[in-house]
């Protein structure tokens, strides 16, 4: 079991950036995982980055590449989202998710993994 807590959303104008944090319980953090998806209102959740167990392997949304990045931090049990030139097509409510992994993979799709938070809002101004 894992319980992840989002946290780092706001309101920010276009071109600004922000920080998405997503902290998890419990002792086996570095044997998840871990992916950030975003979703609106009536639409379904998509993908926006994961990383693998050690970090060593990243993937990203092609509408993200070059300007977000999925990070880390297995001894402070905690998975970044670097956003930066952020825009108005950016703004929605994003989930970190955890998956029990005994491969060094990333995952895409929303049923790959079993662990979710509870979603922090990211508003982008024009």
């Known amino acids: 079991q894992v319980q992840l807590v989002e946290s780092g959303g706001g309101l920010v104008q276009a071109g600004g950036s922000l920080r998405l944090s997503c902290a998890a319980s419990g002792r086996t953090f570095s044997s998840y995982a871990m992916g950030w998806f975003r979703q609106a209102p009536g639409k379904e959740r998509e993908f926006v980055a994961a990383?693998?167990?050690?970090?060593?392997?990243?993937y990203y949304k092609d509408s993200v590449k070059g300007r977000f990045t999925i990070s880390r931090d297995n001894a402070k049990n905690t998975v970044y989202l670097q956003m930066n030139s952020l825009k108005p097509e950016d703004t929605d409510v994003y989930y970190c998710a955890a998956r029990g992994s005994d491969y060094n993979s990333t995952y895409t799709r929303p049923y790959e993994y079993g662990y979710w938070g509870q979603g922090t809002q990211v508003t982008i101004s024009t």
């Open positions: 990383i693998s167990r050690s970090g060593g392997s990243t």
